[in-house]
Nanobody, 122 residues
């Protein structure tokens, strides 16, 4: 079973950038589509971006299109989320997750990382 660990979160000013990483171990990372989600206290976990197993299909939430870029390096068992032009509304805990199909619903993902906090100050 694959295990996922996120890193790269932190505090950044509005307009700044961060790159999140999702490192996989213990399974066949290249078999799984990967999604990034985010969650704020008291709210559901929202889809941010997703990428198919080979990077051929990519999906973004409308709120991040043109600002965020998802990618993956199967040789390094790692997925990335490049976040540019960050806004205060992007403040959340960000999670990566693995699924058996590229979907936007969180219940379609079977393996989750522990999350990494992103805080954008205005």
């Amino acid at each position: 079973q694959v295990q996922l660990v996120e890193s790269g979160g932190g505090l950044v000013q509005a307009g700044g950038s961060l790159r999140l990483s999702c490192a996989a171990s213990g399974g066949t990372f290249s078999s799984y589509p990967i999604g990034w989600f985010r969650q704020t206290p008291g709210k559901d976990r929202d889809f941010v971006a997703g990428i198919s197993w080979n990077g051929g299909v990519i999906k973004y939430a409308n709120s991040v299109k043109g600002r965020f870029t998802i990618s993956r390096d199967n040789a390094k068992n790692t997925a990335y989320l490049q976040m540019n032009n960050l806004k205060s509304d992007d403040t959340a805990v960000y999670y990566c997750a693995a699924s058996n199909g590229l979907v936007t619903a969180s219940d379609g993902y079977h393996t989750w990382g522990q999350g990494t906090q992103v805080t954008v100050s205005s």
